[in-house]
């Protein structure tokens, strides 16, 4: 069985979502997993951000927006009676249960149950649409088996498990759809995979069920050598390893999820990046291969953090970087990139949720300084240690960008690059100049 996800905009009008029969039709069985609509998920942060606020007549104001534009879709979208009638009561349905957020306290627990309306109304629209065209299909809750544990991480065994539970109430469907994004926590609370979830939620349900292939769907023809958003003349990669793929989207490229490839490598499911506005299109195939290029892509990551700890007690000293690693541990803080010298060490996080806390116990064994609006630029290649020169044309393609931080050699696929916000555009640019 394939799993197929289409993201935002490929679900992102009427016209689109009818586009998506011909891609889904074949007589074989598939998963498919579907985003909100484009703009959804953006307008529901905005409505739990009016509500965390206590401005709940900007909330209804918002939500009546988001309503119409509903009621437009499903005006579009149906045109058999029956199929109008659950739709228009889909969104009724929906929307109350939006309003009524606006009336009671408002807190964490429900802005996640709203963050998820998204999903759930993509799926029952396209779900009645292939009704209407008479093409069986079921819906698959994945409130019923999309699960994260205590650390917030997917749970691969419990997915399993009910994922297949789902399945076997419904054998030998044509179409199984289902919603990306959203899951519960260990409470049984909804809750969802972060931003751009879906793709892992399409990666994760793959793995869960030993897909032969997953297929991201999305308005792209594949991951590009560069950033398409900040730079010109990009191309798309034909192949790129698991590896690669994970470096780039951990790293920034947008395309994917930032852990969305680890569930694929585990059980070694080749995923395609394919796009609905070009489906003939041959899109990027990422499997245990090897791209083999010296320099396969670029892409950038902002919102970076450095710290860097200065210690005399480093010197010759053994056991300092495990009291420092010890304390970003305690705080769940990954650590991005690290560069250490005798005296001193610099890294990087993302997650600044506890930095106060831990700077303070930071300072207790160092001196601190830190240093915010960053970009890590991350070049993925293959940089194997026989290799000569790939450092040194990355550098000379940067030569005229102040570098804060530098990191090559943790993989043999990455090389990483710390330099301000404010001059990622440059350093994306001289890169696509100077190494494709
Ligand atoms: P979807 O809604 O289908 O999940 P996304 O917007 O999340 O789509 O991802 C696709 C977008 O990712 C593209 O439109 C493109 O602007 C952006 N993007 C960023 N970096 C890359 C890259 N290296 N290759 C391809 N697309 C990229
Ligand atoms: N709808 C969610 C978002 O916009 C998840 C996704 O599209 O992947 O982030
Ligand atoms: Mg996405």
Redesign the pocket.
């Known amino acids: 069985m394939k799993v197929l996800k289409f993201?935002?905009?490929?679900v992102g009008s009427p016209e689109r979502m009818k586009k998506l029969v011909p891609l889904i039709q074949a007589p074989e069985s598939k998963i498919v997993v579907l985003?909100a609509m484009?703009g959804t998920t953006n307008s529901l942060v905005e409505i739990s951000k009016a509500l965390h606020d206590g401005q709940p007549e900007q909330a209804k104001q918002l939500i009546g927006i988001l309503e119409a534009k509903y009621k437009e879709v499903v005006k579009a979208l149906y045109t058999k009676e029956e199929s109008l009638k659950k739709g228009t009561e889909l969104i009724k349905t929906h929307f109350e249960f939006l309003y009524s957020f606006c009336l009671n306290p408002f807190g964490n627990k429900e802005e996640k149950a709203i963050l998820a309306q998204g999903e759930l109304l993509s799926t029952a629209l396209v779900h009645y649409y292939l009704e209407e065209l008479g093409i069986p299909s079921v819906l698959l809750p994945a409130l019923n088996f999309m699960r994260i544990d205590d650390n917030e991480e997917p749970d691969l065994h419990y997915i399993e498990e009910h994922i297949q539970k789902e399945l076997s109430r419904h054998p030998s469907v044509p179409v199984y759809i289902t919603q990306g994004y959203i899951c519960r926590n260990m409470f049984g609370e909804i809750d969802n995979l972060k931003r751009?979830g879906?793709?892992y939620t399409g990666t994760l349900i793959g793995a869960a069920i030993h897909a032969e292939e997953i297929q991201i769907w999305?308005?792209?023809d594949?991951?590009?050598n560069?950033?398409?958003?900040v730079v010109e003349k990009?191309h798309p990669v034909t192949e790129l390893s698991f590896d690669e793929a994970a470096e780039?989207a951990y790293f920034g490229?947008?395309?994917l999820h930032p852990t969305c490839v680890l569930p694929a490598q585990l059980r070694k499911i080749p995923v395609r990046l394919l796009n609905t506005m070009q489906p003939e299109a041959k899109g990027t195939l990422i499997s245990e291969k090897n791209s083999g290029a010296s320099f396969t892509?670029v892409?950038a990551k902002d919102d970076i953090t450095a710290i860097k700890i200065k210690s005399g007690r480093m010197l010759l000293a053994y056991g300092f970087l495990r009291s420092v690693f010890e304390v970003f541990e305690r705080y769940k803080t990954p650590i991005d990139m690290i560069a250490t010298s005798e005296v001193a060490v610099s890294l990087t996080i993302d997650n600044t949720r506890n930095l106060k806390s831990i700077l303070t116990e930071l300072r207790e064994i160092a001196t601190v300084d830190v240093d915010s609006e960053l970009s890590i630029i991350c070049v993925v290649g293959n940089f194997t240690a026989e290799k000569e020169g790939s450092a040194f044309r990355i550098l000379q393609s940067m030569k005229e960008i102040p570098i804060r931080m530098i990191s090559y050699g943790g993989s043999e696929h990455n090389v990483s690059i710390l330099v301000k916000t404010s001059q990622k555009k440059a350093a994306l640019v001289a890169l696509n100049n100077g190494l494709f």
């Open positions: 993201g935002g905009t490929s985003s484009s751009g879906s793709d999305t308005d792209i594949g991951m590009h560069n950033d398409p958003r990009t780039l490229a947008k395309i892509a892409a």
